[in-house]
């Protein structure tokens, strides 16, 4: 069971990406999914995360109004969209399935955790 996020890069600030997370090995249609981020020295942070049906959907406070997370069960991927970029989101960003963490932020309940893609705000 592999998760994988893609759609880093650089981007300016003011700009737009959006993530995807593509779980391979089984699907993640049942799951809750989260997104984190670790920027360099600074510990995990939970930004937000989704029910299994994509109804349901939690924000961190930091990224409230700038962020958001969606899910496309029939891709079996589930997106981050982030505008307003600033330098301060510079970090490595992770998808997450499942267990209480993905959509509570608590990390150490979190059932899979994916590999991160680098997002670079800078001018």
């Known amino acids: 069971v592999q998760l994988q996020a893609s759609g880093g890069g650089l981007v300016q600030p003011g700009g737009s990406l959006r993530l995807s997370c593509a779980p391979s090995g089984r699907t993640f249609s049942r799951y809750a999914m989260g997104w984190f981020r670790q920027a360099p020295g600074k510990e995990r942070e939970w930004l937000g995360g989704?029910?299994?049906?994509?109804?349901?959907?939690y924000y961190a406070d930091s990224v409230k109004g700038r962020f958001t997370i969606s899910r496309d069960n029939a891709k079996n991927t589930v997106y981050l969209q982030m505008n307003s970029l600033k330098p301060e989101d510079t970090a490595v960003y992770y998808c997450?399935?499942?267990?209480?963490?993905?959509?509570?932020?608590?990390?150490?309940?979190?059932?899979?955790w994916g590999q991160g893609t680098l997002v670079t705000v800078s001018s």
């Open positions: 989704t029910g299994w049906n994509g109804m349901s959907v």
């Open positions: 997450a399935a499942g267990g209480r963490g993905a959509t509570t932020g608590q990390l150490g309940n979190v059932d899979y």
